[in-house]
Nanobody, 117 residues
Framework: VQLVESGGGLVQTGGSLRLSCVAS????????MGWYRQAPGKQRKLVAR???????NYEDSVKGRFTISRDGAKNRVYLQLNSLKPEDTAVYYC????????????WGEGTPVTVSS
């Protein structure tokens, strides 16, 4: 499975962005899709994920501001980022879990988001 992200950029505090990730390859085996982020000097952390039955989970600091969605038919996952804060600045990575026994996690190359104060 190959993943390509888009939609990152520079935005002012309070602004919005929409990240997109499109999957190609063995997409029939994809189950969970989601986004991690990694700020400079920090570990990569889960931001949001969505399962094949559209169940969602969010990191506490983004609840109410970010929304994850997916288009299964087009193998795309989106992350709507609203009310952005400087602490949201990071590289955002798309990921998918694919396959069963074993389940393999695939990663995109990341798209940077910078929120200026």
């Amino acid at each position: 499975v190959q993943l390509v992200e888009s939609g990152g950029g520079l935005v002012q505090t309070g602004g919005s962005l929409r990240l997109s990730c499109v999957a190609s390859g063995s997409v029939f085996s994809i189950s969970t899709m989601g986004w991690y982020r990694q700020a400079p000097g920090k570990q990569r952390k889960l931001v949001a994920r969505i399962t094949s039955d559209d169940s969602t989970n969010y990191e506490d600091s983004v609840k109410g501001r970010f929304t994850i969605s997916r288009d299964g038919a087009k193998n795309r996952v989106y992350l709507q980022l609203n009310s952005l804060k400087p602490e949201d600045t990071a590289v955002y990575y798309c990921y998918v879990d694919a396959g069963v026994r074993p389940t393999v996690t695939y990663w995109g190359e990341g798209t940077p988001v910078t929120v200026s104060s």
